[in-house]
């Protein structure tokens, strides 16, 4: 019966008819009946067993099929019909088969047959189920169930009962559960008639339970107490409802109060479970005379389904409506709908009043006498007396059931008050947790258990302890603070204590709201009573306090957590005040230990800790409070921290001098402490108690005390920081940092953290104004305060008192004010350089103050904010700040004199206050802004009297900038013409035809003055690109260089538009330096220059700084101007000398005193005496400029030994070298002007002045040569060697060069373009003529390049003129030059050949660097002595140069034209033996060449050099051929390891293209090549393998991977084949290229047109190292790939199947074919083209090595045309036409091809293609015509017309092709490639799976479908290959169903 009724069961009713569920519906009755029936025949265990038991299982079962449905989707219901199995439960009772079932049962409740829990399951279920819900109507019949159901249950009881350990292990615990489950709801719902039953079946729940906990296996423990919180949640269920609630603290009086039960009650005396409750109370109303007035209690079930709890007044009528008055409300959530809640009430907006109530239950609905008989109160009796707290806690304690005890435990805890009822005031429960339960739970957490173990045991503690009463709670916090260490004790719990503290903390977080964590989890969770947060704060604070606690980890947490507690009130004040109590006497006991002798040391962490703890209670408190704590008791709190703080400083300097304080503690464990941490912590302590309030201050004695106490430089800092922060209240109101108990507990009721409104106060001043300027004055500006080792703290904390006092207004602001000293001395003794800077900054910034107010006049308000009366004269603040500076430089110039170690920083600060306050007053520290020419210079004026302003750097040429100018031309608009040039033919500009034909945008070169306008720059741009200077226009510059950081501009400040800016403006004024790049417009059509100027770049504004130009253009009042030229280069000749190596344009952290000096004499303009010196050495007067020419003075005057000469030796001694680089500057100055700076004068004035400028630079060039000048000036030269810097020699050179060349020497107006040469004067040669010793001329002019890293390139080039002049003037010139000693020459010319650029990479920079690099190679080239000698200089210095460069190009360029003989005089320089010393270095630079590491660094790898190499190799070779390369090209392939070319004696014959190249070359050779000829094959086997070819191994290019050098190489090997005597040079190259095809791709030879010769030499294998080839995936089609690579894999079957024919006939195209290799060569076959069309061909060949095939495409038939038979003709004849179109623009070349057949190439075969018969064809596609072909067609006609098919049949044979054809592919394909199946996917559409042939199918049913029709295919054509399927292969299906209920197998037919 059991299998029929499984069938039965698994119907779907949804899916059968009326008809059909009626039979079932009838044979389920039927089946009940029977097995009630065989129940009966078997009352007793001896009547054998009824087998159909699992029958009756099924049938009660819930979860078959026809009662539940089928699994629904996720918008459907279930479909079963569960009332049929209610039907079939009813059946069975009306059978009486309970009554039956529950003898069957009990009758074997002791035998091994009794049923599984399974089983049990469902009769169990089915017993549920049959129990009436409402049996409120005790019948005869009900009861008779009941009594058979509880049989049947306690014999389900009696057998687990009786069950043994070793039984229950055997049993699953989901059967258990599930039965116990099942039992627990039985008995739950018999509770109101049969409660004793019930009561007896949870006494059976707690015995099993205490069998499982008990037991010794662990999961069986586990079990039992996961079934203890089952019962304990059942208990609570089972919970009776209180007997009344008392609600208080309501808004409305009248609501508090208590409410009375008023639900139904069963007979026995308790409430009704599953019935609505409600509570009543009833009063007198006292507004209506006495009337009674009821509210109600009670809970309503919303629309929404949500039950909501009200206290309202019911309306009489009709309560539970809309008229009843809602007072208080409370959305219930589903653990609140039993009872309501005690919390979270809310007001009612229209009756009720804030605050709601809370609700307080009292009693329970029970009989009298039964209050403490509830479950609950059972099972707290047993779990009290089986012990059951001991046994978790044990000494067997075990982590897991700790976990699972927490609920007992808690459930335990909370039964503590659980007792009390209406009648009686309270009657504590017996039953419940004891004090010993809690002591022994902490005795286990001290037992150094496990630690896991010990945290769940902290979770359990704080969890209960808000529930515990006080005689329970007090006992248990009093043992944890024992267990600190005391003296009783001898071990220190402190990390027990500290972890369940955090625990604590951790529950009771502070941003955790205690109620709404309730309402989650479903606990109760009352707040700490007053009593318990006593004790806990007591031991949280011996915790914080303990001697080790530093070293806690929840240290911190644990004073988040006090702080959150000591604010609830009304006890936190207390606690607070008693606290810090504690803290002030541990203050008290540190401050009389003032030293560190004596027997008791003192813990100095402790002490530092207890520090912290006092602002940690502070922080705590209320400001009120916190303020009456300090100042109570005459502020005793402040003065015991600042006794403890005088301590501490005492204490530590009776120390040893060590970097930390010991501590010692009674464990004897020292722990460091920072000194300077421990005083930064107190100090910021001290400043925060006296900040909290004004009636506090600290007093000038103390703070005097501190400073004497903290002499160290670290503590010293710390206190002026101190004093600085609390010198003044801090403004805004800050959050006080360190306050975490800012968040409090949301509700604002008594017993919770209240949140303080005046927490967040600012921090007031810790002492008065006069204490602060006296802290001020006497202890910061005291002259004994060492600035040496303070770092910017201190001096920020300067600034702070000082600003402070500022505002105040109680510091004056004048000359003499203490701060100005201060800022004197922390100016020049600050050993922090940044602590100087800023006190620079700060200085200036003071006088500049100053200087406004004296400028404003006495008494106007002064920027400090105040009246401040100035004191002195008009200028009082220069000559104050001048008579500072001058008295620090005289000091720094006696210090340097003595030698003192810190005169030179000195010197240094010095000067750049100096610097820095002579940029102010230049205006904006930009420059010499305003030392400029005097705009109200007129045309009258004399040039000596207009140059007097002008800075003394910028008077001459020396200062020009060399910048950027990037000219953008705009393009002509259609129809506009452009404008016409203003000016004539003989302007200098071209006509706009000329300039249309330049090019858009042009970059060149420009030098710019200073002083020069930007109207003078536009004229010069206007000038080079020939276009008029009305149509140019300015748009932008960068690359500037600011330093007003004070003022920083919107965007990149480097950056400027020139668009708005006047022309007027100067290139100083635009901060335009070296380097700067400006663009400019070139216009077509004439510019709108509507707005183009703008106002603020004045030449004369205004300055706001010191006005320092009098005090250095005059004399001043005391004489200054003289005194302080005089003091700075006193100060120049003393500073000591250090050789700089490095250049100008390099960075250098220390600070150059010279080149501030420098910069000061630059800045300023020049000194008149040094003037008046210089032009009366030089017998011109300073008073006039309109002395005669010098062509006006005879020649034979000049002589050069002038008695004037010694005042010009006095000028320049070499013994005060900068004073005589002063004087050259002067000199330079008058020899070379610079006329720019006379552009900002109207045009006119500019004129006459450049008039006069020149003819007084002549005159003075006349009067200094006449006077001795130049000798005086080359003397210098001579003699300053490599003593002094570069300064003096680029001057020196400039002064010569002028003298040599006068007005001839020419200036490019751009780099671009190289200058012409200079050409000498009378005076010039004459100079010449009179060189008494040009030998150490010589030498000093290559010292200068040589010696000095630093030297610019204008000096270099003038060294280079020199040179050349003095080389052409006499050649004996350039012996003297190669002979210098220490190879001078060689390193001068090899340097500056390959000189590279140095500082920025500008284009300026650029240029300048090529420049001297091209003037060095005309130099060796012009001069043929010159080049002689430079040729082996060069071949040397070829190892040293760097393949990174980019500055090569010359270098490689005069080794070229020397080999080639190129240049003027080069013919002879270059011998043999140079040559092949050449070709050796050449080959051996190539070899250290590295290879680019991958394609994305070729872009950063440089080939400069490479590409010199190979340009030198084939110049080489083009002029000495391959003689000199010998032993080169041996290294070369050494190195390289590349094979030898030459080594190819045998050149094997060529096809293809390379035949018609190789066959000429053959004819030529006659035997091998000579020697020369082999070294230069090898060289290019060298290059082109070496350099031009990738390496084999991946991830690298080739060396030449640019296009120049891969062009150089091809050049190298061309030249070498080209010099070959015969033609083995080319048939090597031929023979390589043929190796190179080979190797590629057919693809690629195809697309070469080139048929490569089968050569072992040069073949290289291309089959793939993979074993297989794969199947490419379709999207979903992997189920098929895995099938088809399986039966691929079985060689019998795959061979049977490829095998199989079928007839051409019905073969369509594409088909597979089982020929291969040589098989195919002859063969027709038709090839797909990804195009889709097929393409007939020809195998002519076949390559056994690479596994190609040859084939010719064939001629493509277009069509054929048949006409009718002529009469004319015979009737046997016939005639046809074959018609081809002109033009096919997808037919492929009649070339023959070689790739692999299954493969094909990219873009054109597909890898598809079929093997064609012949049908009357020939190879050339021609037909065979004939009788014989007659029949052949007729007999081909007949087979066809006789094979015949049916559609299935044709796509079975399809099916088999398209197999046949993967197999082969995959056979025959090149390894580790994919064949793609598209084909056969379409092809086993015929198969009809279940899904699309797209889509996933089964593996398994693709198999057997697709086996089935190739078995039908090869059983009609290849039967032969079928019998190997159908009795080799052996295949056979069988299909079946097994049933899993009862293991039924049904075989399918």
């Given at each position: 019966?059991?299998?029929v ?5 698994e119907?779907?009713?949804?899916k ?10 009838e044979?389920l009755?039927?089946?009940?009946l029977?097995v ?18 699992e ?7 819930r979860?078959?099929?026809?009662y ?5 989707n ?7 019909l ?15 088969g309970?009554s ?13 047959h009794f ?8 009769l169990?279920?089915?017993a549920?189920?049959?129990?009436p819900?409402?049996n409120?109507v ?13 049989r049947?249950?306690k ?5 687990l ?7 229950l292990k ?6 258990l559960s ?8 039985i ?14 079946f949870y006494?059976?729940?707690r015995s ?16 039992g107490?996961?079934?203890v919180g089952?019962?304990i ?9 209180p007997r009344?609630?008392?609600?208080s ?6 609501v ?17 479970r ?8 009833i009063?007198t109303?006292?507004?209506k ?11 309503c ?6 039950k909501w709890?009200f206290l309202?007044e019911a309306?009489?009528?009709q309560?539970?409506t ?16 039993a009872e309501?809640?005690a919390?979270g009430?809310?007001?009612c907006?229209?009756s009720?009043?804030?605050?709601p109530p809370?609700?307080?239950?009292i009693g ?6 039964e ?10 009796k047993?779990a ?5 707290i001991?046994l978790?806690?044990?000494?067997s304690v ?15 805890a909370?039964m503590?008050?659980?007792g009390?009822?209406v ?5 504590r429960?017996?039953?419940c ?5 809690l ?15 010990s945290?769940?045991v902290?979770?359990?503690l704080v969890s209960?302890?808000?529930?515990l009463p ?8 009093t043992a944890?603070?024992?267990s600190l260490k ?5 071990h220190?719990y ?7 503290c ?9 941003d ?5 964590s ?11 009573p007053d009593a318990?947060r006593?004790?806990i704060l ?5 915790v914080l306090t303990h001697p080790?606690a ?15 507690e ?10 607070r ?6 803290c002030?006497?541990?203050l008290?006991?540190n401050?009389?230990?003032t030293t ?5 040391k003192i813990?100095e962490i402790?002490?530092?800790r ?5 602002k940690?209670v502070l922080e705590?408190?209320?400001h009120v409070?916190?303020?009456s704590?300090v100042?109570d008791?005459?502020?005793s ?6 006794g403890?703080?005088?301590?501490f400083l005492?204490r530590?300097a009776d120390s ?16 460091g402490?920072?000194?300077a941490?421990?005083?930064?912590e107190?100090?910021e302590?001290?400043?925060y108690?006296?900040g ?6 600290m ?10 106490l903290c002499?160290k ?5 710390s206190?002026?920081?101190f ?9 805004g109101t800050?959050?006080?940092?360190g ?5 409090t507990v949301?509700?604002?009721?008594a017993?919770?953290a209240q949140?303080d409104?005046q927490m967040?106060?600012p921090m ?10 006296y ?8 002259a ?5 080792h303070l770092?910017e703290?201190?001096?920020q904390?300067?600034q702070?008192i000082y ?10 602001l004048?000359?003499?004010d203490?701060?100005l ?7 020049l003794?600050?050993g ?10 700060d200085?200036?910034?003071?006088y500049?103050a100053?200087?406004?107010i004296d400028?404003?006049g006495?008494?106007e308000k ?7 009366a100035?004191e002195?004269?008009?200028n009082?603040s220069?000559?104050g ?7 620090c430089l005289?000091q ?6 003595t030698?003192?170690?810190s ?7 010095c ?8 940029a102010?007053?230049n205006?904006?520290?930009?420059g010499?802004v305003?030392a400029?020419?005097?705009p109200?210079?007129s045309?009258?004026s004399k040039?000596?009297d ?23 031309r705009?393009?002509p ?5 452009p404008?016409?040039s203003s000016r004539?033919?003989?302007g200098?500009?071209a ?9 858009t ?12 306008t930007l109207?003078s720059?536009?004229e ?6 020939k276009?008029?200077?009305a ?7 960068s690359?500037?260089q600011?330093?007003?950081r004070?003022h920083?501009s919107?965007?990149?400040?480097s950056q400027?538009?020139?668009t708005?800016?006047s022309?007027d403006?100067?290139?100083a ?5 070296d ?6 417009l ?8 509507s ?8 030449t004369?504004?205004?300055t706001?700084?010191?006005?320092l130009?009098?005090?250095?253009s005059?004399?001043?009042k005391?004489g200054s ?5 005089d ?17 100008e344009?390099?960075s250098s ?5 010279r080149k501030?000096v420098?910069d000061l ?33 005879p020649v ?10 010694e005042?010009?030796r006095t ?10 680089v002063y004087?050259m ?5 008058f020899?070379?002007?610079a006329p720019?700076?006379?552009t900002?004068l109207t045009p006119?004035?500019a004129?006459?002045l450049?008039k ?10 006349s ?19 490599k003593?002094?810097t ?10 010569l ?5 006068g007005?001839?020497t020419?200036?490019?107006?751009n780099f671009?373009?190289?200058?012409p040469?200079s050409?000498?004067d009378?005076?010039?040669?004459m100079?010449?003529?009179?060189l008494?010793d040009p030998?150490h001329l010589?030498a000093s002019l290559?010292?200068?390049v040589?010696d000095?890293?630093?030297v ?18 006499d050649?004996r ?11 001078m020459?060689?390193g ?9 650029s ?8 650029v240029n300048?660097?090529a420049r001297v690099r091209?003037?060095?190679?005309d130099?060796?080239?012009m001069?043929p002595?010159l ?6 200089w060069?071949?040397?210095?070829l190892d040293?140069v760097?393949i ?11 080794l070229?034209q ?12 270059v011998?043999?033996?140079?040559l092949?010393k050449?070709s050796?270095?050449?080959c051996k630079?190539?070899i ?15 080939t400069g050099?490479?590409c010199?190499?190979l ?10 051929g ?12 050494k ?7 030459s080594?190819?004696n045998n050149?094997?014959?060529k096809?293809?293209?390379?035949a ?16 020369v000829?082999?070294?230069l094959?090898?060289?290019?086997g ?5 350099f031009?070819s990738?390496p ?10 640019d296009?120049?050098?891969?062009q ?6 061309a030249?070498?084949?080209r010099?070959?005597n015969?033609?083995?040079?080319y ?6 290229i043929?190796a190179i ?6 693809s ?5 047109g080139?048929d ?6 040069g073949?290289?294998?291309?089959t793939?190292?993979?074993?297989y080839?794969?199947?490419?995936n379709?999207?979903c089609t992997?189920y ?11 060689p019998?079957?795959r061979?049977?199947l490829?095998?199989a ?8 195209s594409g088909?597979g074919?089982?020929m291969k290799g040589v098989?195919?060569i002859?063969?027709?076959i038709s ?7 097929a393409?007939?061909a ?5 390559n ?11 001629a493509?038939?277009?069509?054929t ?7 004319s003709?015979?009737?046997g ?16 070349q009649?070339l ?8 094909g190439?990219?873009?054109?075969e ?10 009357g064809?020939d190879?050339?596609g021609?037909?065979?015509v004939?009788?014989?072909s007659?029949?052949?067609?007729q007999?081909?006609?007949d ?13 079975s ?8 054809r ?5 056979d ?10 598209r084909?056969l ?12 042939v797209?889509?996933?199918?089964d593996?398994?049913?693709?198999a057997?479908?697709l ?7 090869l ?14 292969f052996?295949?056979?299906?069988t299909?079946?169903?097994?049933c ?7 075989r399918a037919?």
């Open positions: 019966m059991k299998p009724i499984s069938i039965l069961l119907q779907q009713a949804s059968i008819g009326q008809f059909e569920r009626n039979c079932v519906e044979s009755k039927l089946a009940i029977i009630s029936e065989d129940l009966k025949l078997r009352p007793n265990a001896d009547a054998g067993e009824c087998e159909i038991l029958v009756l299982a099924m049938l009660f079962n979860k078959k099929l026809y539940k449905g089928a699994k629904p996720w918008n459907a219901n279930l479909t079963g569960p009332e049929v199995r209610i039907q079939i439960i009813n059946t069975f009772r009306s059978a009486k309970f039956v079932l529950a003898n069957y049962l009990a009758a074997r409740v002791a035998t091994v049923p599984s829990l399974d089983i049990l399951h469902q169990l279920c089915a549920h189920d049959v129990i819900v409402s409120t005790m019948d005869g019949k009900i009861k008779a169930l009941e009594d058979d159901i509880i049947l249950a014999s389900v009881m009696r057998f009962g009786n069950a043994s350990e070793d039984a055997k049993l699953s615990h989901d059967s599930g039965v116990r489950s099942d039992l627990q709801r008995f739950d719902r018999l509770v109101p008639t049969r409660r004793e039953d019930t009561h007896d006494a059976f729940w099993l339970t205490l069998k499982f906990i008990t037991s010794q296996s662990l999961p069986l423990r586990l079990f107490w996961d079934q089952e019962l949640g059942a208990c609570g269920e089972m919970r009776p409802p009344a609630f008392i609600a603290g309501a808004g409305c009086t009248f508090n109060g208590q409410y009375n039960f008023t639900g139904s009650t069963t007979v026995d005396g308790y409430a009704r599953g019935v609505e409750i409600s509570y009543e109370r009063f109303n006292p507004e005379s006495g009337a009674s007035k009821k509210l109600t209690l009670f809970r079930t919303m629309r929404s389904q949500q709890w309202s309306d009489e009528e309560p539970g809309d008229k009843d008055i809602d007072y208080y409300q409370h959305k219930s959530k589903q653990h609140e709908e309501p809640p919390f009430w809310v007001t907006r229209n009720g009043i804030e605050p809370t609700l307080r239950g329970l609905v029970v009989p009298t006498g209050e403490f008989n509830t479950l609950e109160h059972q099972l707290a047993w009290i007396d089986n012990g059951i001991e978790v806690l044990g000494d075990h982590r897991e059931v700790v976990a699972r005890s927490t609920p007992l435990i808690r459930f335990l909370s503590c008050d659980n009390e009822t009648d009686t005031a309270s009657h429960n017996t039953y947790l004891q004090a010993s339960h002591q022994l739970a902490w005795k286990t957490c001290t037992s150094k258990a496990d630690a896991a173990v945290a769940e902290y979770q359990l209960i302890l808000p529930s006080k005689d329970l709670a007090t006992p248990l916090l944890i603070q024992k005391d003296s009783t004790m001898k220190d402190l990390f027990e204590v500290a972890q369940f955090s625990a604590l903390a951790t529950t009771n977080r502070p955790v709201d205690v109620r709404s309730a309402a989650k989890t479903g606990h109760r969770l009352p707040l700490l318990i006593a004790e007591k031991l949280l604070w011996a080790e530093s070293t806690l980890k929840v240290y911190d947490q644990l004073k988040n957590y006090v702080t959150f000591v604010r609830v009130e009304p006890m936190g004040t207390l606690y005040k008693d606290f810090l109590d504690s002030k006497q541990a008290l006991s401050a009389k230990r560190t002798t004596g027997e008791e813990d402790l002490a530092l207890m520090v912290k703890l006092t940690f705590a408190c209320p409070q916190a303020v704590l100042t008791h005459a502020a709190l402040a003065v015991l921290l600042f403890e703080l005088t301590a005492s530590r040893l001098h060590s970097p930390v304080i010991r501590r010692f503690s009674s464990t004897n464990a020292s722990v402490l920072n000194q941490v421990a005083l930064t107190r100090l302590i001290l400043r108690v006296y909290l309030t004004d009636r506090a201050e007093t000038s004695q103390q703070l005097d005390h501190l400073w004497s002499s430089p670290s503590d010293r800092e206190l002026m920081v004093m600085a922060n609390a010198s003044s209240s801090e403004t800050p959050e006080i940092p306050a975490p108990g800012a968040q949301p509700n604002n009721t017993g919770q949140p409104p967040h106060q007031l001043a810790a002492f008065s104004d006069e204490v602060c300027a802290v001020f004055q006497n202890l910061f500006c005291a004994n305060t060492n600035w040496e770092g703290d201190a001096y904390s300067f702070m600003k402070s006092l500022r505002r105040a207004a109680k510091t004056s004048t000359a003499s203490h701060a000293d201060a800022l004197w001395k922390i100016c003794e600050a922090n350089d940044e602590v100087a800077a800023q006190a620079m900054k200085l200036l910034a003071v500049s100053i200087a406004a400028r404003k006495s008494g002064s920027v400090w904010g105040q009246n401040t100035v002195g004269s008009k009082g220069e000559e700040f001048a008579r500072r500076v001058f008295e005289v720094v110039k006696r210090a340097l004199e030698g003192s170690p005169s030179e920083r000195s010197a240094e600060r000067l750049l206050i100096l610097n820095a306050a002579v102010q007053s205006g904006n520290g930009k010499s305003s400029q020419i005097d109200l210079a045309s009258e040039i000596i207009v140059l007097k302003t002008v800075a003394h750097g910028m008077r001459g040429q020396t200062c020009y900038r060399t910048i950027t100018i990037v000219a953008k705009t393009t608009q259609n129809g506009v013409p404008v016409q004539g033919e003989k200098n500009l006509s706009s035809s000329s300039s249309a034909r330049m090019p945008t042009i970059r060149f070169s420009l030098e710019v003055h200073p002083l020069e109207s720059v536009k010069k741009v206007a000038e080079y690109c276009h008029d200077a149509l140019v226009k300015p748009l932008s510059t690359g500037r600011t330093r007003d004070n920083p919107s965007g990149d400040p400027m538009s020139l708005t800016v022309e403006s100067l290139v004024q635009l901060a335009i330096t380097g700067c790049e400006v663009v400019f070139i216009a077509n059509q004439p510019l709108n220059q707005g183009s100027t703008t106002v603020g770049m004045e004369s504004k205004k706001q700084g010191l006005d130009n009098e005090i250095f005059s004399d001043g005391h101007a003289d005194k302080f030229f003091t700075l280069l006193d100060i120049l000749e003393a500073l000591p000398v250090e050789e700089r190596m490095h250049s344009t390099s952290t220390k600070t150059d005193a501030l420098w004499f630059l800045a300023m303009p020049t000194n008149s005496g040094f003037v008046d010196l210089v032009r009366s050495a030089a017998g011109v007067e300073s008073k006039s400029g309109n002395n005669s020419a010098m062509d006006h003075t034979d005057s000049m002589i050069v030994d002038s008695p004037q000469g005042e010009w000028l320049l001694d070499g013994t005060n070298f900068h004073r005589s004087v500057r002067v000199i330079d100055s020899l070379q002007p720019e700076i006379l900002s006119a004035t004129s006459a450049q006069q400028m020149y003819d007084d630079a002549a005159e003075f060039r009067g200094f040569i006449n006077s001795g000048g130049f000798d005086a000036v080359l003397r210098f030269f001579m003699d300053s060697g003593k002094q570069h300064m003096g020699n680029a001057f020196a050179l400039r002064i060069k002028c003298c040599f060349f007005q001839n020419a200036r490019a107006v671009d373009q190289e200058p040469p050409s000498l009378e005076s010039g040669k100079l010449l003529r009179t008494s030998g010589l290559t010292s200068v040589i000095n890293a630093s610019t390139h204008a000096a270099i080039i003038d060294v280079l003129q020199l040179l050349r002049l003095l080389f052409l003037s050649s010139m350039t012996d003297a030059f190669m002979s210098l000693p220490n190879d020459a060689e001068l010319l090899v340097t500056l050949l390959s000189w590279e140095r500082g920025n990479f500008s284009l300026a920079n300048a660097t091209r003037t060095t190679q130099l060796i080239l001069i002595a080049s002689q000698a430079v040729f082996p060069l071949i040397k210095a040293g760097d990174s460069s980019d500055s090569s190009d010359e270098f490689f360029s005069v070229r020397l080999v080639q003989g190129s240049g003027k005089a080069t013919a002879s320089v011998s043999a033996d140079h092949i050449l050796t270095a050449v630079k190539l250290s060449y590295p290879s680019p590491t991958s394609d994305s660094t070729v872009v950063d790898f440089s050099v490479l010199g190499s340009t030198l190799l084939r110049a080489i070779i083009e002029t000495a391959g003689s000199p390369l010998n032993e080169g090209v041996e290294i070369l392939l190195a390289l390891q590349v094979p030898y070319w080594g190819f050149f094997p014959r096809t293809g293209v390379l018609m190249i190789s066959s000429p070359l053959r004819s030529k050779r006659e035997g091998g090549p000579n020697a000829d082999r070294t094959i090898d060289l290019m060298a290059i082109f393998d070496g031009l990738s084999e191994a991946g991830g690298s290019t080739a060396i030449c991977c296009r120049d050098s891969r150089l190489g091809f050049d190298v090997i030249s070498a084949a010099s070959c015969s033609g083995d040079g048939l090597a190259l031929v023979t390589r043929n095809i080979r190797t590629t791709a057919p690629l030879r195809h697309h070469w080139h490569a010769f089968s050569d072992e030499a073949t290289h294998s291309m793939s190292t993979s074993k080839s794969g199947l490419r379709q999207g992997c098929m790939n895995s099938v088809l690579q399986q039966l691929f894999m079985m019998g079957l061979k049977n490829c095998s024919t079928v007839p051409s006939s019905l073969r369509t088909g074919n089982r098989e195919l002859g063969k027709n090839l797909q083209w990804d195009s889709g069309v393409y007939p020809l195998v002519e060949g076949y056994k090595e690479t596994g190609a095939h040859t084939i010719r495409y064939l493509l038939q277009i069509a045309v048949r006409p009718q038979m002529d009469s003709q015979g009737s004849q016939q005639q046809s036409q074959q018609m081809y179109h002109d033009d096919v623009a997808s037919f492929p009649e023959q091809d070689e790739f692999f057949l299954s493969e190439r990219p873009g054109r597909t890898g598809v293609f079929e093997i064609v018969p012949s049908d064809l190879g050339s021609g037909e065979i004939g009788e014989s007659n029949k052949v067609r007999s081909d006609s087979q066809t017309s006789r094979l015949k098919e049916t559609e299935e049949e044709a796509s044979r399809h099916l088999l092709e398209e197999v046949q993967t197999f082969v592919h995959l025959e394909g090149v390894r580790g490639r994919c064949f793609d199946p084909s996917v379409e092809a086993s559409g015929c198969l009809k799976l279940e899904f699309d797209w889509q996933q199918n593996a398994s049913e693709f057997m479908k086996l089935d029709r190739l078995e039908g295919s059983k009609r054509w290849a039967p032969e290959n079928f019998k190997y399927l159908d009795h080799t052996g295949l056979k299906q299909k079946q169903k097994r899993e209920e009862c293991g039924l197998k049904v037919l």
